[in-house]
């Protein structure tokens, strides 16, 4: 499996997210250099990329057949409730963190992602904090030329 991502680096996969008005799917492919167990490289994203013209950064590692990535958003995005989506460049863009393992029966990456959006100590328990973030399945494999 590590053979694979070592001699081909474009992925394409897809993400699930979900809201109150459904669910949706996004597209996304990573064109990554992988050395020694680490990668890093660029995600174009449906929806970002496809709004901003602009691409993600991306940074993991493979170990065994457990994948670790995250991709960063270079700037604030997000969307209103009727399915705009805006920007603010002047915003730090969010980390999604993705984890998961790779399946010899099916040849594709998947696992669960998340963003966490915001985390604010508990006023009532002191020491704890209260993270709402967004979370959601993946899977992605390998770009056939």
């Given at each position: 499996?590590?053979?694979?991502?070592?001699?081909?680096k474009?992925?394409?996969?897809?993400?699930?997210?979900s809201?109150?008005?459904?669910a949706?799917?996004f597209?996304?492919?990573?064109n990554?250099?992988?050395?020694?167990g680490?990668?890093?490289?660029t995600?174009?994203?449906?929806?970002?990329?496809?709004?901003?013209?602009?691409v993600?950064?991306?940074?993991?590692f493979?170990?065994?057949?457990?994948i670790?990535f995250?991709k960063?958003y270079p700037?604030?995005?997000s969307?209103n409730?009727?399915?705009?989506?805006?920007?603010?460049?002047e915003?730090?863009?969010y980390?999604?963190?993705?984890?998961?393992?790779f399946?010899e029966?099916?040849?594709?990456?998947?696992g669960?992602?998340?963003?966490?959006?915001?985390?604010?100590?508990?006023?009532?328990?002191r020491?704890?904090?209260?993270t709402?973030?967004?979370?959601?399945a993946?899977?992605?494999?390998?770009?056939?030329?």
């Open positions: 499996t590590e053979r694979q991502f070592i001699t081909d474009n992925w394409i996969g897809r993400y699930a997210c809201s109150e008005e459904g949706s799917t597209h996304f492919e990573i990554a250099t992988y050395e020694h680490s990668f890093e490289g995600v174009y994203e449906e929806e970002f990329s496809g709004f901003t013209k602009d993600l950064h991306v940074k993991g493979i170990d065994g057949a457990l670790s995250v960063t700037y604030h995005y969307s409730k009727d399915g705009t989506i805006f920007t603010d460049k915003k730090r863009g980390e999604a963190v993705y984890q998961g393992d399946s029966e099916t040849v594709k990456w998947s669960d992602w998340e963003i966490i959006v915001s985390e604010e100590q508990d006023q009532r328990r020491g704890t904090f209260i709402k973030s967004i979370v959601g993946w899977e992605m494999s390998l770009k056939r030329e």
